[in-house]
């Protein structure tokens, strides 16, 4: 199954030429790296005893989960068109951890386990440089994928939507072109993508149903197609 990604939120890229441009130049070393996979199982046995084998490969390569689950379990639907089941979404404290993690021989034998499993498209996000600790609470993840045909046309939305993700709390987790992506598995088209992280799915909800908020919509939707995903994130002590 082909699974066409366009997923987007807030700040496609109005709000991503700025975080891009304060992180020019810092070494890999001060910026964590994240590992998103979005797919459909179609053998749930297999899948499974593959997931059991995870967790010492992540800890052994310093990852963590950051969101696991589906359609109507932990994920929403906010705009546009999802076909995937299921996100889970985890950090390495290094920009290299997911390719580390992902090659490594012991990852290799596991994910042997999944093969014709499912259909998955997975893909490597940079993260906002020095942005290492692991959050607190149980946070909430707004996840924006977006095909962009008209850059310009996002920066009076960016101007809106800027001062409305500050007073909500929130903060980029990670934002990027195509060129910043790296697709490891599956399919991903010329999109960008978009991360945020909420303080809660209330907050999330909050924001995203702002009056002054749905005003800045279209003038998003007038730059290219969206899909935007709210994700519950997994509690943290």
Known sequence: MRVRLILCLIASVGLTSMTVAQSAGEPGNSRPGYLLVMGTSIDPVAMGRYSRTLPPIYAQFGGSYLAL??????ITVLEGE??????????????????????SPEYRRSVEIRRGAGHFNVVKLK??????????????????????KDR????????????????AGASFVSVGSRKDIELLEGEFGNLDVTLLRFPSMQALETFYRDPAYQRAIPL???????????IEGIKHE
Request: net charge positive; glycine share 12%.
């Open 127 to 148: 993260g906002i440089p020095g942005d290492l600790d692991k959050p607190a609470g149980k946070p909430a993840y707004l996840l924006s994928i977006g095909d962009i």
């Open 220 to 230: 998003r939707h007038s730059a290219g197609e969206y899909t935007l995903l709210a």
């Open 69 to 74: 689950g589906g359609l109507g379990r932990g």
């Open 152 to 167: 310009e046309k996002l920066k009076p939305y960016a101007e809106m939507a800027r001062p409305l993700v500050r007073a």
């Open 82 to 103: 999802f076909k995937a089941q299921s996100v889970v979404l985890a950090k390495f404290p290094r920009l290299e951890g997911p390719n580390e993690f992902w090659w």
